[in-house]
């Protein structure tokens, strides 16, 4: 599509901003193992990162490494501007990194409504001698939160499973709540680890609108992990592609498809 | 037919959150109040308000306590028994140290006593779960009794039995032996409704959504910005704190004499334990509905093999002991998720009654 026919169309030019998250020569080892070795790359403010990469290829170790989860032995992580050698869950959180997992981390005893309220949790400052009274000030909150998450489940259409405990919703619903739950924490920078697996082509079709709803809509910066080639190349700005641990490829999705590295990666060469 | 919430349409979120947010149940909590304020303490004679109701309140407050902490927050605590007389004897000490102190003031004080302990012996629960974290709570029970034993100091150097001065309440004497039955339930029936407004209010608002997200999946609460040690302390204190003051209403009103090794023995942490499982973990209803089930079948058993059968009351102690056991295994294979959920099903169910599609 050439440039004024996309204007025409109504879709805006995204401005990629300044370097957000930089990480600079991670390593991380397990035991003997090396998960991570000598990585560095960085994310721009609103865009859309991918990291690929086969399986025990470190994509999921990289991001638990960005969020917290794991220390690096070596190497640095700068978000905004702070330096750190590690990161801690809580400071990733309240700095605004929010995250998705894998195999759906929900708490499974509550409603759809409770999950995501509780990705509300930082934001709420009263404290529990105001709550055990609900009234006042801590009454007030909970309902200016509450109308929050309600934009949120009305944001990704799941107003019909508002009170129903997440554990009996099926997998793709709960994605869906997963997100709302990290979306509900306003978070400048989303890690999305295989938003889309298991997921039949509808499911995914809808999971890419909303990632891309949220990236322009709320102008958050996204970095996910995914397996199905043909999303990647469509939804991402940009590609960061590992293999055992080492980066091969950083680039936009077309020169990572030409990238001879890349395509021994994936289909396999012989070693001799 | 009667129960259905057809037609109540909710226009804003504080009413959508109220704690009953369908009139059928408003009406039911309005007149099950009146009647347990107002017209219960007309017909409650010595029997009933020591033998069924007084021991129902005072458990009740128990459950709600562990059902906090096991229920909400998921940490396996067996060490009830041991709090409960850190706030029997906490409320003992204070009374007999400030004897112009008010009754009410005493018996939170103790619950406070209470907390501080609890806090204590919560603090293993940031590195070790589950069972594990059930035997050091055992510890804390095996530990605390003995000390209220051992140390002469908790029992004012005397026996170590404890017995409440009489203290009055608006005038009202409302323990010792020489307080009335309907005073004694009132007092108790105040703590229980207060407490468990309170314990609702906060288990759907911010703290209990952060004690759930520890149970449900302690990885992505971190996640999300929880303090796991913060937040499993805070559920160790409140716990503390409502079982402290259950122990202290058990010393105070309903039996007035106390051994430590006697009345907050391991059975007790059983008990509890067993009343929060039977009516629901992570219920507030549940932890009433255990609690009564627990208290009220064994004097049913009893009344209906003594009383209709005329069997000799050894006897039937013996046939109520494995009759509860039956009956315990009976509701958790029908229903494993408690009475609460019990009547959420049934709940569901009168809403298509009697015409379900």
Redesign the interface.
């Known amino acids: 599509m050439n440039e004024p026919a996309a204007q025409a169309a109504g879709s805006h030019d995204k401005v990629i901003g300044d370097v957000m998250l930089d990480v600079n020569a991670i390593t991380l080892r397990f035991g003997g193992v090396v998960a991570l070795n000598n990585i560095s790359f960085n994310v721009r403010k609103h865009e859309i990162l991918a990291i690929i990469g086969p399986n025990g290829a470190g994509k999921t170790s990289m991001l638990n490494v960005i969020?917290g989860?794991y220390h690096p032995q070596e190497g640095e992580i700068t978000f905004k501007g702070n330096v750190r050698s590690q990161m801690r869950?809580?400071i990733?959180?309240?700095q605004g990194i929010?995250?998705t997992?894998q195999n759906v981390?929900?708490?499974?005893?509550?409603s759809t409504l409770?999950n995501i309220?509780?990705?509300r949790?930082?934001k709420?400052k009263?404290n529990?001698l105001w709550?055990?009274?609900?009234f006042g000030p801590?009454?007030k909150e909970?309902?200016e939160h509450?109308?929050f998450v309600?934009k949120i489940i009305d944001f990704l259409e799941i107003q019909s499973i508002r009170k129903t405990p997440v554990g009996r919703l099926p997998y793709g619903l709960q994605k869906r709540v997963e997100l709302g739950?990290a979306l509900a924490?306003e978070p400048e920078l989303l890690l999305l680890d295989e938003p889309m697996a298991g997921m039949n082509t509808e499911e995914k079709e809808d999971m890419c609108r909303f990632i891309l709803d949220v990236n322009d809509e709320f102008g958050t910066t996204i970095c996910l992990i995914e397996h199905d080639m043909g999303v990647v190349m469509d939804i991402s700005d940009r590609v960061v592609v590992l293999d055992y641990g080492r980066k091969i490829g950083d680039g936009t999705p077309n020169e990572v498809r030409n990238n001879q590295e890349v395509i021994d990666a994936y289909l396999g060469v012989s070693h001799d | 037919m009667f129960y259905r919430e057809s037609g109540q349409f909710k226009s804003s979120y504080a009413k959508d959150q109220a704690i009953f947010p369908i009139r059928q149940d408003q009406i039911a909590i309005v007149l099950i109040l009146a009647v347990a304020f107002l017209v219960v303490p007309w017909f409650v004679n010595d029997y009933w308000s020591k033998s069924v109701l007084q021991p129902f309140l005072v458990f009740s407050i128990a459950a709600i306590g562990l059902n906090i902490l096991v229920g909400y927050c998921g940490q396996i605590s067996l060490g009830t028994g041991g709090f409960m007389a850190v706030g029997a004897y906490a409320s003992y000490k204070i009374m007999t140290s400030f004897p112009d102190m008010p009754i009410v003031l005493v018996i939170i004080l103790s619950g406070f006593c209470a907390a501080g302990v609890g806090i204590l012996f919560g603090l293993p629960s940031l590195r070790i779960k589950g069972f594990y974290l059930a035997v050091a709570t055992l510890a804390s029970q095996f530990f605390l009794i003995w000390m209220f034993n051992k140390v002469p100091w908790f029992h004012n150097y005397t026996m170590s039995q404890i017995t409440v001065p009489p203290r009055e309440f608006l005038g009202v004497t409302v323990t010792s032996s020489s307080a009335g039955p309907a005073a004694q339930y009132l007092f108790c029936l105040g703590f229980v409704v207060v407490g468990a407004w309170l314990a609702k209010n906060l288990v759907r608002g911010r703290t209990g959504r952060s004690w759930m997200a520890i149970r449900d999946m302690d990885i992505a609460a971190e996640l999300i910005g929880i303090r796991p040690l913060q937040t499993k302390l805070l559920a160790f204190a409140i716990s503390s704190f409502y079982i402290g003051i259950s122990g202290a209403l058990i010393f105070c009103v309903y039996l007035g004499t106390v051994e430590a090794s006697e009345a907050f023995d391991i059975n007790q942490s059983f008990l509890v334990l067993f009343m929060i499982i039977i009516g629901g973990l992570g219920s507030i209803l549940g932890s009433f509905l255990g609690a009564g089930f627990m208290i009220l079948m064994p004097i049913v058993l009893k009344n209906i093999m003594v009383g209709s059968f005329g069997m000799a009351a050894v006897t039937a102690k013996h046939i109520e002991i494995s009759l509860m056991g039956v009956l315990i295994v009976f509701f958790l294979i029908v229903e494993p998720h408690g009475f609460a959920r019990l009547w959420q099903i049934l709940k569901e169910k009168l809403r298509l009654w009697p015409f379900p599609y």
């Open positions: 969020n989860f869950p809580h990733a959180a309240s929010a995250r997992f981390a929900l708490f499974k005893g509550m409770d309220m509780s990705g949790l930082m709420m009263r529990f709550q055990a009274l609900h801590a009454r909970e309902l509450r109308a309600e739950r924490m």
